[in-house]
C-alpha cells in the first residue's frame, strides 16, 4: 500500500535492527486519514469473504480494525489486555508471549461478542512473532466462530510471525512489509520478492 509506505518512509524512525518507532500515526499520535484508507484496504482485500466482525486487541490495533469495520459495515471487538471492572463475566481467555517483554499476559473478551456464526477477520497493527494474533485466533476458536483471516499493517517480515500464521494456514494480509531495518534503513519486501515466494 503505497500511501502507507510513503508514511513509514517519511516518519518511520529505526531505534534497533528489530524495532521500527511509528508513533506519530499509529501508536501513539493516530493519522485518521491513512487510518480510513487503511481500514478501506483491508476492506477491499477481505470483500466476499462474508466477514462479520472484526477482532483485534488494544491499543494500537484498534484504530486500523474500526476503520475496517466501518468500510465492511460490521462491528469491531476488541481483547482487553487488563481486567476491567465491568468486564467480568463469561470471558473467553487466551495467554499471549510477548519474546519483546519476555512475559505472558492474558488477554480477554466477553462470549457475549463473539458466537458460533461470526466470521471474523483478525487485525492488528504490527506482526512481530505472531503471538497477538495466535492468541486472538485462540479466543475466536474457543468461541466457536470461524476465521477468515488476518489483516496487519505493517508486518516484520524478517521475525516470524508471518510464516507462523501462514504455516498455520491462515490467510495474512500485510499492507507493509519490511524486510530488514538494518544500519537505520528501513527496507522494504518487493511485491515481485512475495510473488517469487508464493511461486516457490
Ligand atoms: P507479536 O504479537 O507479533 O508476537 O509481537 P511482540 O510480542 O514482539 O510485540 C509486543 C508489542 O510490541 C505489541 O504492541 C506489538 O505491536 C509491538 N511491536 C512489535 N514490534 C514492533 C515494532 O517494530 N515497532 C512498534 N512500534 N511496535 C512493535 P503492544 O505492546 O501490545 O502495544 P499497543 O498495541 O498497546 O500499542
Do not use: W
Not at 460490521?74 to 465491568?86: D, E, G, N, Y
Amino acid at each position: 500500500m503505497e500511501l502507507l509506505i510513503e508514511k513509514i518512509r517519511k516518519e518511520g524512525v529505526v531505534l534497533s535492527p528489530a524495532v521500527l518507532k511509528v508513533d506519530s500515526f499509529l501508536n501513539h499520535q493516530i493519522d485518521p486519514y491513512l487510518m480510513h484508507e487503511i481500514g478501506k484496504e483491508f476492506a477491499e482485500r477481505f470483500s466476499g469473504c462474508g466477514i462479520t466482525k472484526i477482532l483485534t486487541i488494544e491499543s494500537s490495533g484498534i484504530a486500523p480494525a474500526v476503520m475496517a469495520g466501518l468500510h465492511l459495515n460490521v462491528p469491531v471487538v476488541f481483547a482487553r489486555k487488563r481486567k476491567s471492572l465491568t468486564l467480568i463475566n463469561d470471558l473467553i481467555t487466551a495467554s499471549v508471549y510477548s519474546f519483546t517483554k519476555e512475559e505472558s499476559s492474558e488477554i480477554s473478551v466477553s462470549e457475549k461478542y463473539l458466537t458460533d456464526d461470526d466470521k471474523v477477520l483478525i487485525i492488528d497493527d504490527f506482526l512481530a512473532n505472531g503471538q497477538a494474533a495466535l492468541g486472538l485466533s485462540e479466543i475466536t476458536s474457543k468461541s466457536h466462530a470461524t476465521i477468515a483471516g488476518i489483516g496487519i499493517v505493517i508486518e516484520k517480515g524478517f521475525q516470524g510471525g508471518g510464516s507462523l500464521l501462514r504455516g498455520q494456514g491462515f490467510r495474512v494480509e500485510s499492507l507493509a512489509v519490511i524486510n530488514s531495518l538494518e544500519n537505520g534503513i528501513v527496507s522494504f519486501e518487493k511485491p515481485s520478492e512475495k510473488l517469487e515466494e508464493l511461486i516457490r
